[in-house]
């Protein structure tokens, strides 16, 4: 299984990129996607993830209202479209997939998802 993320960039605070993840290999059926990202000097932090089966979705508390995860199942890629970025936005961002339909409350647990692709810097400036 591989994940190839892309769609990272530098922006000026107040504006949008969108974030992609291809997934290829193996086609999951109901799988967890999410993203995860770490800035520099910082642990790894979860952002959102969405389970494919229900579209059931969650948000870090710190992005609620400004990035939207979603998919396209013909496509098998999971999408992270953020606005209204800060520069405590910049960080790598991974995606992570999950073959499994994790429950909510395991949706921010890193270690859930045993697939990552290889991260995509995203730089916001002040």
């Known amino acids: 299984v591989q994940l190839q993320a892309s769609g990272g960039g530098l922006v000026q605070a107040g504006g949008s990129l969108r974030l992609s993840c291809a997934v290829s290999g193996h086609i999951f059926s109901s799988p967890t996607m999410g993203w995860f990202r770490q800035a520099p000097g910082k642990e790894r932090e979860f952002v959102p993830a969405m389970r494919w089966g229900d579209s059931n979705t969650r948000y870090a508390n710190s992005v609620k209202g400004r990035f939207t995860i979603s998919r396209d199942r013909a496509k098998n890629t999971v999408y992270l479209q953020m606005n209204s970025l800060k520069p405590e936005d910049t960080a790598v961002y991974y995606c992570?997939?999950?073959?499994?339909?994790?429950?909510?409350?395991?949706?921010?647990?890193?270690?859930?998802?045993?697939?990552w692709g290889q991260g995509t810097l995203v730089t916001v400036s002040s």
């Open positions: 992570a997939a999950s073959e499994n339909n994790l429950i909510v409350s395991a949706f921010g647990q890193a270690q859930m998802y045993p697939y």
